[in-house]
């Protein structure tokens, strides 16, 4: 820093980036990826700037000219695709361009018929030495402009020459490099499409039989696919499907103790047959899985699993790896617990055993195990409860073997330990949403999510309920509170998903906490897929709009606009030239109305511009009018808009004969 | 990154810190320097922080606790305090707090009447192992604990020995060193107090004479020293000093031909009576310059020098050093221009030349050759057309020898270059200040300069004119616009400056230009310092009011408040109980009222609460009472009020006999 370095350019605030380019960005197969920086110089000359990328691993560079978007704020923006899923890298480059500030100053003095008699051979000079670094076609191209200068006595005709626009770009383009400054290195996370797109069905296999109190199978899921698949779901996940514990095993309601015929909680998991790469024999074989898998995919639905680091007290871990689990003094393995709570189904692993290496790798075994049984998407137990560096170098590991695995965060905790596990390779997020019900919430919360920083990395997969969590609004809303929800959650992300009996608008809650009684995790239960009062037509409406509309396959075009009623959301989702407007009545128990404001600048209307508006949800359509217009919600009827705006080409100029 | 590193602390966005600690922030001798970030890990233990810091150089670290400010955000907090000039560090170090976390849950355990018997071994096997690394004086005391819970049988009672708040304070305050993780380091610039609160005056020493026509000496200055300091400057800062060239001489309004008496522009240094090192015969010689020095320092005033790094065609380095120079093909020097206009009488050095080293130590030889003369400040001209690296390393070098040295950076440039200069050093910076004459224009500027980022590493010296500068406002506004910019840049910032004449409310402008006519850098000016209409009354108030108002010298304390009126500014400053308001009327045309809105909130007032708030200005004094109160300015009678805020503080409560 103190050494006499002529440093003339700044690189600085080069974006995206996440946290200063400590973390990758995350983008999808196919994604233009706009980066922007501030680029300056000491002085008035001119600068010429790059924008490198590869994928990591490459020798080469891509280059491709970056452009000042803003000379007085040093504004520099440019491009680059990414492709295939892993890593890939940017960075840019900028140099002096001195022939450049040359033609530049020199063109001001022959317009002010000034004499340029030293200035051209100046330039003469300087094209010359450029020779030097040229490559081969810009030197042949160069040579034959000096002699045509060179041919001339007057200096303002080969000022002409030499100014003209093919040779300042040709030396422009191709710098001095002794000049070359470069920016730090910034990376970015490639996944696939589905990372950012998808709409999720969580069920319990073995709640997916036909016969009260028989456990279901992976065949009875099996004849669930044509079903879940037609209500528009691409994504079919399940929580554990190991072998689950029998000592200690929980019964119905969290019960202490469990019935002989109790299935237990599958999070508790391992038995005598078998730990984490083993299948609960109620459930079936492996062969049946590989069979489930592989009729998902016919159908169109894909497989994900849940990786859940928990041990019963039966796990195959407890007696091959004792040193792996936490002794107490007294010879005992530590259980879970949550003081002064016990969870004594459970023994969680500990991460700070000696044989750290064992274990992790393990881990990795494991997964790679199910990847290479098809299943590419995990959602992860309570990632935040295990060390970042492991998550860190398991997810790196697993998707160096595998780049299209997906890692879905189940972290519901503080925000800095979210977006920390979102920044350290998990590919998706569980999120805030089920909580955020009311418009100021929904409006500061996905703004944020959004929009950079939190954008850059964390993709949330916003789930409308989970065997978990029976959120307080379905409860006290009913039906169109369901409603409500499932608009909410497949609109304003390209990525969510429901737990099975949601689109029954199905749950009794344990009073006063949001969660089900009865809850799948800890008895089999039988339902009627089309009990009546269902939504699977407006789940069904729904997903069809995100498949048909690019707009709403993506993030972070979510628009917010305004609605003058309290009730109404109002927003909007854009890409090219497919327009998306959503109205949603936010209160489950009254019909309100609005005047709701349409950014018709953005879609190329003026004020007096009548246009379509076309209801996917009840495949009504209005005119409406410049940028006020009105929407009335019924919940009772349906609590929300889903429009696509349509122009309204047809004008006599548009015919061909006009 | 994907090695097997179970890192389970993470510390993000530690602040105050300038591009992620690429750049120190700046501070002043004895600063308490307040240091934020966000520490967390994964699950649910506990944490301990403690700020680190220490002069650059230094082994041993400082070492002071950090407090958790938010644990729902996970924010923490911890303070230092710099001191003397030159560079130093801070970090963050974070441990898991093992035995806080154990005493925690066990805590909550025998609150719950929950067995401990196995937690006690477990605490007390914590407690052991910890005697391994904790300091001598803490072992024995963890000793007679460990001792006189082995004392009791009942595990109840043992807890209550182990969970005694001075034995969990003295385990959490030395934690196992495995679990610690470090922040990176952070700089922080300290300068001596004057970098940071100081009024300027600039002179032309050689336009300090009293007979019309007579080249001013140093001597001259000295008869002025009293006069200046009496109006309560602090600093005086001459242009150029040295040897001024013949050869193509600018004569006065800077004409192309210079008359026999001229003086020719003191930015055309260097003669055969010197260079940068020499002083300019007329104006003295170098023993008067020692001599002003000193008188100035016993007067309290401080001189500052310019360093220009321009050569007349007759300095020394042309023979010397004609390598320093760029050459054009005809053999001609290369002398300044922005084309189409030339500047003939100033050669610019040429800073890739291939003696960069001979170059570079030489401007470093001519600083430290006038720090050796006792001048501490240097403004330097034009900085923003030579290299950034050159700058970082000459200050590097300057401040190396004399850490108390202070450099001015007067580029009037794009923003990012000049932000970019205080980055890589400058101690302060010119500014938009000039031109930013209205209410929204200061308060977004202002707003901008006294909040990080920007606060952190910029400090604007607030020039209300400069010899380049004549201000449309002032040109425009006459004597109530000199009160008006006077007021603001002696109480928006803590540092400002006025060059000479402005006190006089003098100037006729270059029709069209923001420049003087009859400018003092092209000839000799003589003025009668106690013209009539001079605003030296309100300048000496408002220095005064400066000194004697600690709230007045720190930058980062401004904040605007609501006034009613577009033409009334309003805004305030506090340091402790010290609390100033200003009001200024921005119009210099008309008399302005307005509602304006006191922060009582902050001052401990009630809204039916009476104080006094008294102007410093007209030296009135007006009763308030609660948020909103009145105030009328007539820029013809005064502009402004400048407001000490003082508490109605008697009570019958107040006396001791109540």
Redesign the interface.
Known sequence: ????????I?I?DVRPAV??GLYPIKREVGDRVTVTA?I?????DKLVAWLLSRPVGKKTWNRSPMRCTNP???EWAGEFTVGDPGFEEYAIEAFCDQFGSWAS??R??V??N?DV??DV??G??MARRALEWLPKKVQTFVKDQLKAAEAYQDPRARAQVLLAPALVDALSGNPDTATRVQSPVFRVRVDRVGARFAAWYECFPRCCGREKGKHGTFRDVEDRLPEIRKMGFDVLYFPPIHPVGFTKRKGPNNSLVAGKNDPGCPYSIGSSFGGHDAIEPALGTLKDFQRLVKKGAEAGLEIALDFAINCSPDHPYLKAHPDWFSH???G?IKFA????KKYEDIYPLN??TPD??GM?NEMKRVLLFWAEQGVRIFRVDN????????W??LI??VQAAFPDVIFLAEAFT????MK?LAKLGFTQSYSYFTWRNFKAEIIEYFTELTTPPVCEYMRANLFANTPDIFPTFLQRAGRPGYKIRAVLAATLSPVYGIFQGFELCEGVPVPGKEEYQHSDKYEIRVRDWNAPGNIKDLITRLNHARRDHPALQENENLRFHRADSQHILFYGKSLGPDHLLVAVNLDPFEKHHSWVYVPIADYGFGPADTYQVHDLITNRTYLWKGERNYVELDPHVEPANVFVVRKWVSKEENFDYY
Do not use: C, Q, Y
């Open positions: 820093m103190t050494g006499l370095d002529a440093k003339r700044l600085e946290d200063g501030a300056f110089r000491d002085g008035h007085g704020l040093d100053d020199t001001k003095k317009e002010a000034v008699a030293s051979l100046e003469m000079a107490r003094p007294d005992t617990e949550n003081p002064p991460f700070d750290r290496a992790w990632p935040h409860t295990k060390p970042f560096g492991f860190e170098w790196a590991e503080r925000p800095r330990v920390a």
